[in-house]
């Protein structure tokens, strides 16, 4: 017979009261009194919640989104009289009504059509489309990942097309990252953790976890500012971190960045090469200039080591509607990085973070030379994902947000057959087109790829 060893005096309560609920149902149930039934009913609610209050760790009560629920059953007032009654946190980006129409429907698995613009008015100057090719035989594209890592690389990851991204760009609660993190789980993609961390709420969300360093973390560094390779170690050769990107300090403004040393940064990545056991690393900038990633790129080129990946993010503002110029700035530092790589012989790969929403914005970037991109999680959580009315069966944030991913995927695949593409390495700038003015159309290629000619783009123009 199998001996019960009671580890805490907390279980044996709590086998004492299961075995009094029991007692107590059945004797409800032998006289018919409905008082005893409902005092036991209500019994187990609470034994439940007691339960629950004691595993921290797996707590459902605290990881149910009891706000966003809230939302979802008060959807139906006009926000003009809930905001007289609640707190409106303002977020770091905006979308216009065609992106949350898209994320709500795919959110929800409507079937919605494939996106070949960038869904601005077509009449406006910054409008751009995607001139497709249909083939005479039209080819399946392979699976849309990326292997990350170069051939010193012991440990490479295969990097999903569309990663989540950026969880400290919004006003994001616990409850969204952990439910960033579950979406990442369920469709096979990853989250990168921001500046933020590995926050318990994102590790146990289950997701495969780019962690996002800073080289002046005090965190990392013993009492001498040395790093605690120790530490370094133990953290790095966690399974749910994939890979691990060293995030570079850098001013808004082209004219005045401050770019840290780059033997001390080149020191840190070999560090964390060997602490991981061979895991990728790379290097995280904020809206770079390209003469920022000129000067970086040939820096690595110089002292002979090689990144596994650059991660390149877009800045945000308040309202992004009025500051689409910015655009032109991310997408020049992405096309130089990956022209500079191919010029060198260098195998690093390029990814892209930023609000990223259709299959058109993945291919544009990946026709620049993006090898992957990470969507703003902030940006998804915040601006219609969540705002949706209650159904009958309402699925939770994380099933919504791992249905918009895998959605957006296929249909970049879809995309992709239009196209003719067979590889994200196949999208062609060329055709891809931006209206510059009334009369004036030209494709990415002619305004990318114009050595020693600089045009002024205009501002986008939409009235939503």
Sequence with gaps: MKKFQFRSGIGLAFILLFILNIGLVVVAVIINNHLLIGLGIVLSCFQYYLHDLSRRRNS?????????????????????????????????????????????????????MVVDNNLLNKHDPGFEYLQTHPAFMSL???????????????LPYSLSVFNFGALDRGAMKKASVHAVSQAANI???AVNSGEKGLTPELVRGGGDIIWQISYGDIALRNPDCSINEGLLKTIACKPYVKMIELRLQSTQNADHQSVLN????????????????????????????????????????????????????????LNRLLHKADDQRFFEAVFTAKNLFLGYGIQTKVMATGVILSEYDIL???????DACFSAAGALMENGLLQQKLMRRSSSPSVRLANF??????????????????????????????????????SLSEIFCQMGQERSMPLYVHLN
């Design 364 to 370: 544009r970037l990946c026709a620049l030379g993006a």
């Design 262 to 317: 780059e033997r001390a940064i080149f020191a840190l990545v070999s560090k964390l090469q060997v602490c991981s056991g061979g895991k990728p690393v790379g290097i995280h900038v904020l809206n770079p200039a390209k003469e920022t990633i000129d000067l970086l790129v040939r820096s690595m080129a110089s002292a002979d080591i090689c990144l596994d990946f650059i991660n390149i993010e877009e800045s945000w503002v």
């Design 140 to 154: 399946s594209p392979l699976d849309l990942r990326v292997e990350v890592g170069t051939a010193h690389c012991l």
């Design 187 to 189: 469709c096979s993609c």
């Design 405 to 442: 991913q895998r959605n957006t995927v296929e249909a970049n695949r879809t995309l992709m057959q239009q196209c003719g593409y067979e590889h994200l390495s196949d999208a062609d700038p060329a055709d891809f087109f931006r209206r510059i003015n009334a009369i004036e159309i030209l």
């Design 60 to 112: 459902t009560l605290m990881n149910y989104p009891f706000g966003h629920w809230l939302k979802d059953l008060f959807s139906f007032i006009p926000r003009k009289i809930t905001r007289l009654f609640t707190t409106v946190h303002g977020t770091t980006t905006e979308l216009t009504k065609r992106e949350q129409q898209l994320l709500i429907r795919r959110s929800k698995s409507v079937e919605t």
